[in-house]
């Protein structure tokens, strides 16, 4: 066994027998209560999932494996000191759960490079779609075309004992991490390019090579790209996009099928689209107010018609966090030191000005705050990446490494098909009213 799936099956199986005595030893505690106000709110702050690759505080933000943004930025290895962590570290350590080495990194990107050949159909499949098809669209379609090439699959076929089944999955995850880039990479040069499309430079590290199969092969943006795939990793369980993989993949649907349903949910407004969503919007405000300097009047005056219109201001609140994003806090540190005077960058930082006051205003909203996808897009476009309807898939590239990395924890825990109860309306209201309020619907 190679040494990386060694050393992860050593940890988690130890995390695995832990698993199995909790769950043995104390099945009827009941560690939570859950009011209907939780049910009727999204599920909000409901114990129900486990995942151990990171977790998020409603202060604090988000950590992984116990370490913060900062310190991740100061203690994962990179390509040169005064650049950003590669991504590959940050993976090893949410699987692995120890701050790796250089040469654990090094491996580590080279392991993805010789798994990354991504089969012609695919690509055919990808070309079959329409180009006015969302890139998120064929994004999806791609990973789930790729599920021909699912180890765990033919494993499952053949009978494998169900004590292995962690062991295929984890050649999908790493084989599906490995081959994001240039699936990515392809539908941008395809929709954007002309289909003049560049071969995978297998020297590089994952996120460069991303960049440079993108076409842009400057310093400048493969250290944007390592820090952008970074803080885009996980966000613990609950989110979206990494609680649907960890469903679909309870039934024991391979990892290709996983995530290609992740993926549908990372492609809506209130998710992953909402980076995309920022920049149209910021766009949109510049057209209409004829300048790209507005005043702060001018800006206070859009986010209130933009409210009554009925509309969420993208890039602001978060259904966890209840102070600035961390994520957002670490991109415009990067702004300060690299980028001088861009105006979409100057917009976004008088949007943080300008925008909280008006929301907490409101009374309703949780976290007038900043998220991640208030700034992401600002950087990519000062870059030269200016093609927004595209941004989602950058996420989504990163958000494969924490989400699968839990998907793969969740085989060797040998978690169960996830089934939670549901009643009907009737059910809730006679919990709560059972007297003469009672209202047929
Ligand atoms: N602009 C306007 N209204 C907002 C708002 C915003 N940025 N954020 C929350 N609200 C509204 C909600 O729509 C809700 O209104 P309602 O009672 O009329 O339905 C009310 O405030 C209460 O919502 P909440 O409990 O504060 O937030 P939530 O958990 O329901 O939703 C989120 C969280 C992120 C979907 C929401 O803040 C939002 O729509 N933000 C804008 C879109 C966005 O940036 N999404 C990206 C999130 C990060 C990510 O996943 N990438």
New binding site residues.
Partial sequence: MEYIKYRFFQKASKCSKEFQRIKNEYSDKVIAQVTLGQVF??M?GIPLLVTDTSKLDPNEGIRFKGYSIPELREKLPKISPDGEPLPEGLFYLMLIGEIPTQEDVTNLSKDFATRAHVPQHVFDVIDAMPKNSRPMTQFSAAILSMATESIFQKAYRAGVNKKYYWDSFYEDVMNLIARLPHLAAYIYRRNFYNDKHIEPNPRLDWAGNLAHMMGQDSEDIRRLFRLYMVIHADHEGG?VSAHTAHLVGSALSNPYYAYAAAMTGLAG????F??Q?VIHWMFQMIEDLDTETPTDEQVAAYIKQT?EEGR????????VLRKTDPRFTAQQEFAEKYIKDDPLVNLVNQLYRVVPPI?SNIG????PWP???AYSGSLLYHYGIKEYTFYTVLFGVSRALGVLASLTNDRVYGMPIERPTSHPLEWFRDQVDKGENKRKC
Avoid: C, E, M
């Fill in positions: 709110s999204g909000k989110n407004p209130l998710h992953g909402a980076n969503d409210l969420v201001i993208p890039g602001y609140g978060h259904a929301l309703k909203i949780k976290n998220n991640v996808d």
